[in-house]
């Protein structure tokens, strides 16, 4: 971990960091999860993929990817010649967590007839394991191409895969992580709020579990969520995501109120992501300024998992047909 004992005293953190920024010819992404002010210093904000492709299109030298390390990961394959640095290497997340390579690969070869369709927070390995990657706004896409007869696991999230088996009416074999941020909202607290506020309708994550999507008016992805917060014809949206998305939602509307939907001590303190938070300013500073902690990948690897992410980008845009889902280790 970077030793932020290392800063000059009394400099302008924000100041060095657009001074670094230029030097290095760097790239500032931050997720909608975010701190305001990381949000508000990036180049691009918004969803971990959306941001990997757009840094991926520009001609920095250097990513500094203010998330979590399956994103950075992310863009290192997408961009194996850049430099891909992330504030702190333990920001990690509870569905990469709850998915060991080992233990999927095991999984896997217990179903030998079933393809692994594995939504993209998950290791650079189990990318690597996979038929293909799908976010949470491409996963309906790509499930609707794959026929109804062919037999798929889905995971890390079990709540994302169980909305889709719902939805479409599938019968995927789900792997059981969860996010421990959607996981945290309570389904009591929520209803209090909505009796409070009738008229508001809600927007829910499908990370979040049945509890609290039975009650949205609305799901999707961050970026689906914030499109619906900017097109509701109301004045008050009740929000079931990571709060700091809200942040985005008041600078693009500040005469709405967004209002964070509770967790189960009545606020939503418990639903901001700790893994999110372990970037800061004083460190997206010191990864600049040093190019540490650093992002690497084994070629081999990077081109395994960068396999099911372009037929994830090829299914996503209907270029491939139903037929061609290739074996991962191929």
């Not at 850049?82 to 920001?91: N, R």
């Not at 389904?187 to 999507?213: D, Q, R, S, V």
């Not at 914030?226 to 809200?246: R, S, Y």
């Not at 372990?278 to 960068?306: F, H, Q, S, V």
């Amino acid at each position: 971990m970077t030793d932020q004992t290392a800063i000059p005293a009394g400099i302008d953190l924000r100041e060095e960091i657009d001074r670094l920024r230029k030097e290095r010819n760097a790239v500032i992404l931050a997720h909608y999860y975010q701190k305001p002010e990381l949000q508000d210093l990036a180049d691009f904000v918004g969803d971990s993929l959306e941001l990997s492709k757009k840094a991926a299109e520009t001609d920095a030298d250097v990513i500094a990817f203010c998330g979590v390390k399956f994103m950075a990961d992310t863009a290192k394959i997408l961009s194996p010649e850049k430099i891909v640095v992330l504030p702190d290497m333990e920001a990690g997340c509870s569905l990469e967590d709850s998915c060991p390579p080992d233990k999927f690969r095991a999984f896997r070869e217990k179903h030998p007839d079933h393809i692994a369709l594995t939504y993209i927070n998950c290791s650079t390995e189990v990318k690597a394991l996979s038929d293909v990657i799908v976010t949470s706004s491409s996963a309906e896409t790509i499930l609707e191409q794959i026929p109804d007869d062919q037999p798929i696991i889905f995971g890390p999230d079990r709540h994302l895969g169980g909305y889709l088996n719902r939805k479409f009416n599938r019968d995927m074999l789900l792997w059981p992580g969860v996010c421990i941020v959607h996981e945290a909202f309570s389904e009591k607290e929520l209803l209090k709020l909505k009796a409070e506020h009738p008229e508001a309708p809600i927007a829910a994550h499908p990370e979040c579990p049945p509890t609290i999507i039975d009650h949205a008016d609305h799901v999707g992805s961050t970026s689906s969520i914030l499109q619906f917060a900017k097109t509701f014809p109301g004045d008050t949206l009740i929000v079931a995501t990571e709060p700091h998305i809200i942040h985005q939602m008041e600078k693009a509307l500040p005469e709405k109120t967004f209002l964070g939907a509770p967790g189960a001590d009545g606020n939503c303190n418990c639903n901001i992501c700790p893994y999110m938070a372990l970037n800061t300013m004083e460190k997206l500073y010191l990864c600049l300024r040093d190019l540490e902690p650093r992002i690497e990948i084994e070629e081999g690897l990077r081109l395994k998992a960068k396999a099911s992410l372009d037929k994830m980008l090829e299914m996503a845009s209907g270029t491939i047909g139903k037929g061609d889902l290739g074996d991962p280790d191929a």
